[in-house]
């Protein structure tokens, strides 16, 4: 179209030239749309666009004409613009319509409404339709539509008013029917009359805006019924979208209410309907009710206005309405929505939401009511959370300014700007305890709770952390927190902050703590979590039964409600057990049935992927607890004992431990209080026996039993048995006895019964042992027989001594019977720890006979052929599995049961070996074929295995095939095992080893799979450990490792092929923890025997010394976990029952450097000159390290396996043409981190006082290596100062001369460090000569002395310094060798006849003195190299290695009193110990997150800044680029109190 040139001419001409132009823009949209409509096509929107444009244009043109107004300023609309100055240049004299006579008047009007109709009906309405498609994109030309809809009421001011009236009444009416049918849903929504709820509501807002223009509102017609149109829209505010509320909110209810106040006077009405609605939607929605605070927002200055005071000319002030809201509503006092509980409830929803709009908009909520509240008359309510001014106004503003400040600064993410201001929630803490007078708090404490839940949603665990600790400190003498909702912020917000393991990283402070006490100190978090709990506890409002109960009830059920990492959970069920280590006679017993079952669901649900240790942790503090708080009154004793059995024997319930017998104790105070004493309990167990026993009694093929119900049993018979000595636990299992000791003659006795009786007592047996650690080799997992004194243990024992035969004739008949099912092949695995029992019970001999005929038995009927497939497969399998069984019995005493071994061995080399299991034809009732295929062949070779080992195996004669033959079979039979099966064929296959080494290419073949078939088990948790610690024997063969093959080139591919398993194994260990002790342990025990051996491993040794992976945050929070846990020793029995993985990685370290130790005088040098390489690598790789980074760790056990080696090490090798202390001092000059120069000097000074004839070279290295390096110096000097401590008096006078000549010199350089490190060498040297009394050097050097006092009198910071480094560890406490040697305690021969001389009494005191002073003593020693001097040098407590370690690897070596261990394991110097990190370099002030922070409320905050674009230049001589970078946001962060 050419649109221009045309309303040119058009804006040119008359009034009715321009309404011409409007009828034809009109009929022109109009075709577009009709035509768009029939064809199905959509039109171009543009053109829509230029139609809508236009024709707005044209009337605001045509209005101005008329009567010099116009609806469209020029700024919002190019066009009416454009017309308007046409207009203004073309227009002669007044307006035109009030020229015309009265009936041309009246025909202008009816023309022009005619005219505006047409725009209304034709134009407009079609484009709001959105159901029509007729627009590609219509929401550009909705708004047009809109506007033109705005223009045309505008101009229908100069019609007739009732014609204009009608145009009004027509237009609400249909936004009223639109509004209705969406409302209803349904309704004829292809009619031109219904309008969709956003464009009807944007129609709406535009005949509001015309009705309420800015020329004053038009008299208001009773026609026009706007009110039902309020509530219909109302009705969409809380059911529709965000952008339909954002419009009504905005745009539709402000002037609804306007014109509603002007027409009725009634908006308290209004106000409270609104209310009402966002109550409802509340209710429905909950917290994700986002869209209250929209409405809130947008219509907050019609439910709290606000006035403004301006000054006038005279200096007075004058209040004037913010915006132009009637009179009315500022005098209104029938409606205050401050007066409506929820309302403030609403606000402390949005103040910690999700969504950070949604907290803005709160936020602003909550500064808008408190400026409201200053005005606000207060009324007494029941609930209220918000109540009026207190008579001073100064804290009540102040606390909500802090508050709102607070809140403010939370938005921001970054920890340096949150936390100045965090200090300020003390303020708000404080603000919510009650005067001493009783008076009520200035705020209530669910604001507390909000501003907390807002914390702890922070981005920054700093800040969490903040919160928390602030929240634990909370007094609850004063505050009413529990009264006012705190139970469920405790139990549900703060359990679900404080599962972060990051919360509780240890700190260095804790870790100083604990290397000085030698056990993990709690995190502070932990630790006022603790006395949180206690102060629960002891709480006013948790004073009652009920409460306490209620409380409980709610903490287990928050507990259960997350998904828990381990170490959280340990520290938290600790802290909540802190009231009975507290107070244990106050504890009131509260646990009723609802409690018992949370706990059963914590124990069986949440505690089965936990992490295996720190999970018995939590279940021994959960018995621990559960024997204080039960309430025995309300729960039964059935009930008790099921909860008991929850408890796994193997974490935290095993009898014998700490925990059972204080649950013992317990338990007979229960039943005597509440169960009707010991008559009742007994006879609840003789009828649960009864009831097992008789389980399977009626016959029934559908009867079945639960295994766990005998484990309950079983725990349940022995705990009664060890709580009533007197009863007699022989009687209780006579039923047990009698039923075992017929069971051969009774014939009609269901077998599955005495299954029964077998596992019952079995599992008995089991539980009646004394706790065995897990890890522990397995001859001491075979249980001692008899306890002196144990009547429990011989009760069974004796059950099974006189039943045995009857127990073994039974088994042989069972699993040689046609009918054993496939159903009963688990109880395979009962029937084997029977014969294991009977085994370690009954002597050899006589078992010979009974066990003869159980392999004969097994071994007939494996040999005859069965009349169905099916039981035919069970019946081998059954056979073959006794079999696996009776090869345990026969290993223990191998030369009475000889016989039955040679039996054995000729029915598994003539039958066994070339059996298989074959699945049958009628297959679909074998389920799960696949387990017992494998269990087939575990069975199977076992029994091979077995006989390859009690055969010579180099003497190939007695094996029926040859053994690269049984290899063969072997490597064929593990690819395809599964699961546990593996064992066995990798036992073989060790077995067979040597006997292929004369066959490399073989070996190679064997190796390559052994790998193969462990990579394969790698994920599979439930075997891989079984698996790898029997690869590893293989692949790491003790031949292999000591002997060597003939072939050259087979022994280079042999090297190589260990150490590529070993670097695997190596990079393994890297990512998954103990996978490297398996094979360093191995290893470990072939090196002990032959220590050369090292040589051939050399590389494998080095990488075990220099192991330990880099921990990630929440490993090392394990490892403190555990740590802790292990710290309290028997009082949580986990520590009895198993041991702690924390320091696998350490104990790599310990074996290697166990090994380290043993290496002899001739192998020494090699493995240093390795050493040595890797140190030179790393530095090659990082020049400068930083402190506790990957490189430093390494470099740190480099040295300290080197100052291992120091007592063995050579002078000088042929590995090297330097010497070894030029070596050392060279490492010394290129190292910049203190913990690793301390080992270096230390090597260093051992060298030099060993090799008294060198000790020149430490005085060349001082003149040579002070032009590299001058901080080198301060090394070299310290060594010179160590090796005074340790020359004789003789040696001493010449070297303090020759040191004081090299010393002074230094005393005056320039180099600050240098300059105080030679000082305080040249004291430490006077000293020495001071306190060896060398009177000729002390007279010659007498000026010393004065220079020294003038050193430490003066003024300045360098006394200081030189005051710290003369009281640092390493000058003032460490000693060369009192740190490097054992005083090992014992008593000679002399002292031994001297006691024994003494009389009996003074030998009894003698004695308790020598214990006494023992135990102090062992306080004292410790470890310098690997534990106490990593701490002093402020090494990460990972790399720490507790005594305790080395003795694990090998207490013999190290406690040997015949001084087989050249390097001792402990010292006696107590002050090394006790010292303190040395600080006399500059400590790095780094923000530490537990420091007190500042609780002062006041003081100036800066606040960040982010201008607005108005505030830059706008001039037309700026160029864009400058623009561009002048609209950068500046922020400005900044602190308090700087």
């Known amino acids: 179209m050419e649109s221009i040139e045309f309303m040119n001419c058009l804006t040119n001409s008359g009034c009715m030239d321009i309404m011409k132009s409007i009828n034809l823009f009109t009929n022109k949209g109009k075709t577009l749309l009709r035509d768009a409509q029939d064809n199905g096509n959509p039109c171009k929107t543009m053109e829509i666009e230029m139609i809508l444009n236009s024709t707005n244009s044209l009337l605001n043109c045509f209005l101005y004409r008329n009567t010099n107004i116009s609806t469209c300023s020029p700024e919002e609309d190019s066009f009416a613009a454009y017309f308007t100055e046409v207009s203004v240049s073309a227009s002669t004299g007044d307006n035109l319509y009030s020229c015309l006579p009265g009936d041309k008047k009246r025909n202008f009007c009816s023309n022009l409404m005619v005219l505006m109709r047409s725009i209304v009906y034709d134009l407009c309405l079609p484009c709001l339709k959105s159901e029509c498609q007729q627009l590609e994109n219509n929401a550009k030309c909705m708004d047009l539509a809109c506007h033109l809809i705005a223009s045309v009421l505008g101009l229908s001011k100069l019609c007739d008013n009732l014609e204009s009236t009608e145009l009004h009444c027509d237009l609400l009416k249909i936004c009223e029917t639109s509004l209705t049918c969406c409302k209803a849903g349904s309704g004829e929504s292809n009619t031109k009359l219904i309008i969709s709820p956003l464009p009807c509501l944007k ?32 009705e969409l505010l809380t059911d529709s979208s965000s952008e339909i509320v954002t419009k009504i909110t905005l745009d539709v209810m402000p002037n609804l209410l306007v014109i509603l106040t002007h027409s009725t006077s009634n908006l308290a009405t209004y106000l409270k309907c609104v209310w009402s609605n966002i109550l409802m939607s509340q209710d429905i929605l909950g917290h994700n009710n986002t869209v209250a ?44 929505i401050l007066a409506h509980n929820k309302f403030w409830c609403l606000i402390q929803q949005g103040l910690c939401h999700g969504d950070p709009l949604t907290r803005k908009r709160a936020l602003f909520l909550l500064q808008r009511s408190l400026q409201h509240a200053e005005s606000w008359h207060y009324v007494e309510q029941k609930d209220a959370i918000f109540w009026g001014l207190p008579e001073i106004l100064a804290p009540f503003h102040q606390l909500w300014q802090t508050y709102t400040l607070l809140l403010e600064t939370l938005e921001e993410k970054q920890v340096h700007v949150v936390k100045p201001v965090l200090a300020r929630l003390h303020f708000v803490i404080k603000a919510t305890y009650v005067s001493q007078n009783g008076e009520r708090p200035l705020l209530h404490t669910s604001w507390l709770t909000t501003l907390l839940r807002r914390i702890f949603q922070h981005d920054s665990l700093s800040v969490v952390k903040c919160g928390i600790l602030s929240f634990l400190d909370l007094d609850f003498s004063c505050s009413p927190f529990m009264l006012h909702g705190g139970l469920k912020f405790v139990c549900c917000d703060l359990i679900h902050a404080l599962n972060e393991p990051s919360l509780y990283a240890r700190s260095e402070e804790c870790a100083t703590v604990a290397g000085i006490r030698g056990a993990e100190v709690l995190p502070s978090i932990a630790k006022k979590l603790a006395l949180f709990f206690v102060a629960c506890d002891s709480s006013v409002h948790l004073q009652s039964f009920e409460t306490k109960r209620k409380f409980h009830q709610a903490l287990f059920g928050g507990i259960l409600q997350e998904n828990w990492s381990t170490p959280p959970l340990v520290y938290l069920l600790q802290a909540f057990s802190a009231p009975i280590d ?87 105070h229960w039943v005597d209080e509440s169960y009707g004493g010991q008559q009742q309990v007994e006879k609840l167990c003789r009828s649960s026996i009864s009831s097992l026993l008789n389980t399977f009694r009626d016959e029934d093929p559908k009867t079945s039993y639960d295994r766990s119900d005998v484990h309950r049993l079983s725990k349940m018979l022995l705990l009664v048995a060890d709580a009533f000595e007197e009863l007699d636990l022989g009687l209780l299992l006579q039923p047990v006895r009698e039923m075992l000791s017929t069971a051969c003659v009774r014939a009609y006795l269901p077998a599955k019964s005495i299954d029964l009786a077998l596992e019952l007592l079995s599992c008995l047996y089991s539980e009646a042992q004394s706790p065995c650690k897990t890890g522990q080799e397995a001859s001491d997992e075979i249980t001692k027989a008899f306890v002196p004194g144990d009547v429990v243990l011989l009760s069974i024992a004796s059950i099974f001594q006189h039943t045995y035969s009857n127990i073994v004739a039974m088994i042989s008949g069972r699993v040689t019977s046609e009918e054993f099912l496939v159903t009963d092949v688990p109880i395979l695995g009962v029937y084997a720890s029977c014969l294991h029992v009977i085994c370690n019970l009954l002597p050899a001999g006589t078992l010979q006979p009974h066990v003869e005929l159980l392999v004969n038995s097994c071994i007939r009927c494996s040999t005859v052929q069965c009349t169905s497939d099916e039981v035919s497969c069970v019946l081998q399998l059954s056979c073959t599995a006794m079999l696996a069984s009776a090869c345990g019995v026969i290993r223990n005493d191998p030369e009475l049961l000889k016989p039955v071994a040679r039996t054995l061995e000729k029915f598994v080399w003539q039958h066994l070996y070339d059996a298989e299991l074959y699945k049958p034809s009628d297959s679909k009732r074998l389920g799960e074929w696949g387990k017992l295929v494998s269990q087939y062949i575990e069975s199977k070779w076992t029994c091979i295995s077995f006989v390859v080992k009690q055969s010579p195996v180099a003497s190939a004669a007695h094996f029926s095939p040859l053994p690269t033959c049984i290899m063969d079979r072997c490597v064929d039979h593990l690819a395809a095992a599964s699961g546990m099966a593996l064992i066995p064929i990798l036992n073989t296959m060790q077995s067979l080893l040597p006997s292929i080494m004369a066959t490399p290419e073989k070996l190679f073949e064997v190796l390559a799979c052994v790998w193969h078939s462990l990579l394969e088990r790698w994920h599979d948790h439930t075997c891989f450990w079984s698996v790898l610690r029997a690869c590893v024997p293989v692949i790491f063969h003790r031949c292999l490792l000591t002997e060597d093959i003939v072939d050259t080139d087979a022994k280079t591919v042999l090297e190589k092929t260990l150490r590529t398993y070993a670097d695997n194994f190596l990079e393994s260990g890297n990512t998954r923890t103990g996978v490297l002790n398996v094979i360093v342990q191995h290893c470990f025990n072939i090196w002990k025997e032959n220590p050369r051996l090292v040589l051939k491993q050399k590389k494998l040794l080095i990488d075990a010394c220099l192991f330990g992976p880099f921990s990630h945050k929440h490993m090392t929070v394990v490892s403190a976990a555990a740590r802790y846990i292990q710290g309290l020793g028997s009082a949580c029995s986990v520590n009895e029952l198993m041991e702690s993985d924390h320091d696998a990685d350490s104990r790599v370290r310990a074996m290697a450097f166990t090994t380290v130790s043993l290496v002899p005088d001739d192998c020494a040098g090699e493995i240093f000159y390795a050493l040595i390489q890797r140190d030179r690598e790393m530095s090659a790789l990082q020049e400068r390290l930083y402190s506790n980074s990957v490189a430093h760790r390494v470099k740190h056990r480099i040295w300290q396996a080197i100052l291992l080696l120091e007592p063995v090490l050579p002078f000088s090798t042929s590995f090297s043409e330097t010497s070894t202390l030029d070596t050392v001092f060279s490492a010394l000059i290129s190292e910049n981190q203190p913990s690793v120069r301390y080992l270096i000097e230390w090597v260093a000074t051992r060298l030099l006082y060993s090799n008294a004839e060198h000790r020149d070279i430490l005085w060349k290295a001082i003149a040579e290596y002070s032009d590299l390096r001058p901080g080198s110096v301060c090394s070299l000097l310290a060594i010179a100062t ?56 002390l007279s010659r050097h007498t000026v010393f002395e004065k220079c020294f006092d003038v050193i430490n009198t003066a003024a300045g910071n360098r006394t200081k310094v030189v005051a710290k480094l003369f009281n640092s560890f ?28 003494l009389p009996f009494f003074l030998l009894v005191l003698v004695f308790c003195l020598f214990f006494c002073y023992f135990i102090l003593l062992a306080d004292t020693v410790s470890q310098v190299i690997c534990q106490v001097l990593p701490r002093l040098s402020l090494v990460t407590q990972d790399e720490w290695i507790h005594p305790d370690t080395f003795l694990a690897v090998d207490r013999r070596y190290w406690l040997s009193k015949d001084g087989a261990a050249k390097l001792p394991l402990l010292s006696s110097n107590s002050a090394t110990k006790c010292a303190e990190p040395g600080d006399w370099m500059p400590e790095k002030k780094a923000a530490d997150e537990e420091q007190k922070l500042s609780t002062n409320p006041l003081g100036d905050v800066q606040k960040k800044i982010i201008p607005w674009k108005t505030l830059f230049p706008d001039s037309e001589d700026v160029s864009m680029k400058n623009r561009q970078k002048k609209k950068r946001r500046l922020d400005t962060d900044c602190f308090i109190d700087r």
């Open 203 to 234: 129609l709406l807002s535009s005949w509001l805006l015309a009705l309420n223009s800015s020329t004053g509102i038009i008299k208001f017609d009773k026609m026009l019924k706007v009110e039902p149109i309020f509530y219909q829209v109302v």
């Open 293 to 336: 605070y929209l409405i809130l927002c947008g219509l907050i200055d019609f439910f709290l206005p606000m006035k403004e005071k301006r000054m006038l000319e005279n200096g007075q002030f004058s209040e004037k309405v913010a915006l132009s809201i009637p009179e009315v509503l500022l005098k209104s006092e029938e409606f205050s």
């Open 582 to 668: 507290a107070s244990p006679t106050r504890v009131q017993p509260i646990w009723n049935q609802a409690i018992v079952v949370q706990l059963k669901d914590l124990l069986t649900s949440a505690l089965r992927t936990q992490h295996v240790f720190l999970r018995g942790a939590v279940e021994c503090i959960l018995l621990k607890a559960t024997s204080y708080y039960l309430d025995t009154k309300a729960v039964s004793i059935q009930q008790l004992f099921l909860l008991l059995s929850c408890f796994k024997s193997t974490e935290s319930l095993h009898r014998g431990t700490h925990l059972w017998k204080h649950l013992v104790g317990n338990l007979r």
């Open 1282 to 1337: 160590h090796l005074c401590k340790l020359l004789s008096v003789a040696e001493l006078k010449q070297f303090v001369e020759r040191a004081a000549t090299e010393i002074l010199p230094w005393t005056m350089t320039q180099h600050f460090a240098v300059r105080v490190y030679a000082q305080v060498a040249l004291q430490s040297v006077w000293l020495v000569a001071k306190e060896q009394q060398l009177v000729e050097f």
């Open 1370 to 1397: 390493w000058v003032s406490a460490f000693h060369p060798l009192k740190d490097f040697n054992l005083e090992v305690w014992g008593y000679n021969s002399t002292f031994s006849f001297f006691l024994l001389s």
